[in-house]
Nanobody
């Protein structure tokens, strides 16, 4: 069974930074792509960053140039470094495991999800 546990959320002022972590249990972590999604109140969940098993990344336009996703296969962990945060980045952030080594920014490409961590950016 795969379990994903996010950490690192919190309250930060606009322009600040946060680093989210997601620790994964289960076998073959390094064989699967991973993603970070977010859901703001009243809005649909959206994928904002993804990383393939080989380390290639893809980002939504809304976060490109500000967010960086990385992975440490030795620690079964993925990270999301978020810089230049804006109030519109406020959301619950979820870690997800892809169905394959590759990735997509489509939610249906992911079949395991964490419980989420709250990120609040004040203006």
């Amino acid at each position: 069974q795969v379990q994903l546990v996010e950490s690192g959320g919190g309250l930060v002022q606009a322009g600040g930074s946060l680093r989210l972590s997601c620790a994964a249990s289960g076998r073959s972590f390094s064989s699967f792509g991973m993603g970070w999604a977010r859901q703001a109140p009243g809005k649909e969940r959206e994928l904002v960053a993804a990383i393939t098993s080989g380390g290639s990344t893809n980002y939504a336009d809304s976060v490109k140039g500000r967010f960086t996703m990385s992975r440490d296969n030795a620690k079964n962990t993925v990270y999301l470094q978020m810089n230049s945060l804006k109030p519109e980045d406020t959301a619950v952030y979820y870690c997800a495991r892809a169905r394959s080594p590759g990735v997509t920014l489509n939610l249906y490409g992911y079949n395991y999800w964490g419980q989420g961590t709250q990120v609040t950016v004040s203006s």
